[in-house]
């Protein structure tokens, strides 16, 4: 008995350590980062290797989203004869809920991991060492930008999986359904507000992409360098991510739409 | 200017404490590195020789004791301080600890680019030079992934170089190499050393190659410098710890069996239970 609650102290203490150490090695990179404008470079090219080359899935997965929207949203709303709104239901689900949360998750795990193991696999073999030891920093030459790049990533990765997921659910609304084209569109532009809707997705967008990119960043330069270390803790990014990304969630939405 | 620097130290290290999990790891260490002279490190594995090279470029800081480089006490520099320090300052890692992601060039590059403010032009041939002084011009072109061990620890070398430091610092250079590249590289120390005009701290269990290059050995057991002096002087030495370790004896000072309960508790404890 005595043994857990002992157990439980120290994994509280462990965690609390964990929130402090994040939070200080954020506020350095914050600090770090108006260096940046004069390395663009170094944030082109992570946001190519953490946007660019994550387009595929966020795509891909957009348009099935927006696909299945249309598809369930048609079944419910024609016992009303509401089947005309489906644009709308797509459209607000997808910049609202899904189109954040879907990407952040996706984010997570397909350039949050990639990053954790990068990080992690370079502290692991002296790397990040070695630079401390050419009088460069690595928080600020190698951590920094792949934060920066996460930022900016994450909210276009977003906005995009919103884009194709309206097209995905068009194309079956007009294809399958039968519902006028010129309806879809306009039951659209009648009922989704720019300062409501969008906005918020924006918002929420922004908050993943920020929440996601640090987990993923720390995880990998407070690894343990050791094999093991790194696959944990690329696995701790995953994990931590998507429950971070859903708990925010529902807090933004308490919080925005009332 | 303190007077350390009068008399030709360039690292002074004074009474140097650190524990680490409750266990010392040096307990009252001191040396002295002079200038332009190669410096020998050694020890048995385990007796923190690789903590020494990172509290000196200030990676770790001591519990107590003092580390002057320069004349400046390193672990009470600024951030900002201690990396204009390190500028003159070059580490060859045990593992080389190459960017895997860069090509050897890049590698060598890299800290050029990053503080030189040089022209691309001049760069090219700074690093073309310095990967010639290593014998390696060649692979230039080639990923660390794709050299051999002996030849990524020389391009490391270039790399540790390449800001032309004052200081050089060799973290287990030798272990893990053929005899061809370990007759390599213990020539390269030695050159590099006196062509460049460097001082060089080498930390190495290796007895026989340390010995021919080094101009002072500082052997260190159990927390304590237990021995110093030139490798002549050494081999004189009738130190327990220097005689096992330099006759690589198993048994002496540093035990072979690693600390335990008599073998027979252990074994009738085992019954009992």
Known sequence: ?258 | MPSSQDNGVLVDVRDLRVARGGRPIFDGVDIQIRRGEVTAVMGPSGTGKTTLLRLIGGQLKPDSGQVVVEGQSVPALSRSRLFRLRRRMGMLFQSGALFTDLTCFENVAFPLREHSGLPERLIRHLVRLKLEAVGLRGAAGLYPAELSGGMARRVALARAIAMDPKLMFYDEPFSGQDPISMGTLVQLIRQLNDALGLTSVVVSHDVKEVATIADRIYMLADGRVVESGTPAELQRSQSAWVRQFMDALPDGPVPFHYPAVSLADDLLGEDSA
């Open chain 1, 1 to 258: 008995m005595l043994a857990r609650i002992q157990d439980l102290g120290a994994a509280t203490l462990t965690a609390i350590g964990r929130i402090g150490r994040s939070s200080l090695f954020l506020g350095r990179l914050l600090a770090g980062l108006p260096l940046l404008v004069k390395r663009p470079g170094l944030v082109i090219q992570q946001l190519y290797v953490i946007g660019v080359l994550s387009l595929v899935i966020i795509s891909v997965s957009g348009v099935f989203v927006g696909m299945v929207l249309a598809l369930q949203g048609y079944y419910t709303l024609v016992d009303f004869g509401a089947e005309q709104s489906v644009g709308t239901l797509v459209a607000l689900s997808l910049t609202r809920e899904l189109g954040p949360v879907v990407t952040a998750l996706l984010f997570g795990g397909r350039a949050g991991s990639a990053l954790t193991a990068e990080i992690g696999l370079m502290k692991a073999t002296d790397q990040l060492s070695s630079m401390e030891m050419m009088a460069v920093d690595p928080e600020r030459r190698v951590v920094a930008p792949r934060l920066l790049a996460g930022f900016i990533a994450m909210p276009l990765l977003a906005a995009i999986f919103i884009l194709l997921g309206v097209g995905g659910g068009y194309v079956v609304a007009t294809s399958m359904l039968g519902i006028d084209g010129g309806a879809y569109w306009s039951q659209m532009q009648a009922n989704v507000s720019f300062s409501d809707d969008i906005a918020n997705g924006v918002i929420k967008s922004l908050t993943f992409g920020f929440v996601a990119t640090w987990i993923a960043v720390f995880e990998g330069y407070d690894c343990k360098p050791t094999s093991e270390g790194v696959s944990r803790a690329t696995t701790r990014t995953v994990v931590h991510t998507s429950l971070a990304v859903l708990g925010l969630d529902f807090l933004l939405t308490a919080l925005m739409f009332d």
